[in-house]
């Protein structure tokens, strides 16, 4: 009956072995993917439609490249966030989208959004984990609340308050000294090593109420 049916539709020949009809599946499921995939894509762009976008470099590359590492770069993105107060979307190339959020606002939504409705990218996250372990910053769903929830008394504002104090004098302390840098012809320094010399500061101070000078 089978061999009947499928000789009627022309695949008389085909049914004779079995291989080039799993080839024929094969093909349809491999095909049924990429649409699927594309239509994800697509769905996705349209979703994100209601963000502002700046006009692309080239429809491959989207909006790569548009910000350089450099202090022209600074600008540009000082420039993009004061035309898009509120957010702005960009393209890593032809399909993967970014979105850029901007005002308080806006952010504020997104922190304040439950774990169930904000989750983590974990492809990004998994590259992490051999390093970090399943800690606060990468687990997620029920440990991660179990355990925000125990750390929340340590981060109360009440805490964190006189801990201000002690970043805003190792913050002084680390302009003083650019000051005296500058004051002294040096136009270039590398941030980097002063601020980590500062981040040490108020990590003794807050940590063990030590102060070692170390910035000095
Ligand atoms: C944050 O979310 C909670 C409920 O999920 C809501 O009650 C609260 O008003 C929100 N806070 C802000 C600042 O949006
Ligand atoms: C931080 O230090 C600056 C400069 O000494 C001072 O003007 C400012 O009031 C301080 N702020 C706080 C919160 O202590």
């Known amino acids: 009956m089978l061999q009947l049916?499928?000789?009627?539709?022309?695949?008389?020949?085909?049914?004779?072995?079995?291989?080039?009809?799993?080839?024929?599946?094969?093909?349809?499921?491999?095909?049924?993917?990429?649409l699927a995939w594309i239509y994800t894509i697509y769905?996705?762009?349209r979703r994100l439609r209601c963000f502002p976008q700046p006009p692309k470099r080239s429809w491959?590359?989207?909006?790569?490249?548009?910000?350089?590492?450099?202090?022209?770069?600074?600008?540009?993105?000082?420039?993009?966030?004061?035309?898009?107060?509120?957010?702005?979307?960009?393209?890593l190339g032809p399909i993967h989208p970014l979105v850029t959020l901007c005002h308080p606002d806006?952010?504020?939504?997104?922190?304040?959004?439950?774990?169930?409705?904000?989750?983590?990218?974990m492809v990004f996250y998994s590259f992490l984990k051999p390093w970090l372990g399943d800690g606060l910053l990468l687990s997620s769903?029920?440990?991660?609340?179990?355990?925000?929830?125990?750390?929340?008394?340590?981060?109360h504002f009440?805490?964190?308050?006189?801990?201000?104090k002690i970043?805003?004098?190792s913050v002084n302390i680390m302009h003083a000294k650019w000051k005296r840098l500058a004051s002294g012809g040096s136009t270039c320094l590398d941030m980097f090593?002063?601020?980590?010399?500062?981040?040490?500061?108020s990590l003794q101070k807050c940590v063990f109420s030590f102060d070692s000078n170390c910035q000095e």
């Open 43 to 45: 769905d996705n762009s």
């Open 158 to 164: 009440n805490i964190l308050k006189p801990y201000m």
């Open 60 to 91: 491959f590359w989207g909006h790569l490249g548009l910000v350089t590492p450099t202090e022209q770069g600074m600008r540009d993105v000082t420039q993009l966030v004061a035309t898009y107060p509120q957010g702005f979307r960009t393209w």
């Open 193 to 201: 090593e002063h601020i980590s010399l500062m981040t040490l500061d």
């Open 167 to 169: 970043f805003n004098d």
């Open 141 to 155: 769903g029920d440990k991660w609340s179990h355990h925000r929830r125990l750390l929340t008394p340590a981060f």
């Open 5 to 34: 049916s499928l000789s009627w539709l022309g695949l008389g020949p085909l049914a004779a072995s079995p291989w080039p009809l799993l080839l024929l599946l094969l093909a349809s499921w491999f095909l049924a993917r990429i």
């Open 106 to 121: 806006m952010v504020r939504a997104l922190t304040n959004a439950s774990a169930a409705v904000a989750p983590k990218d």
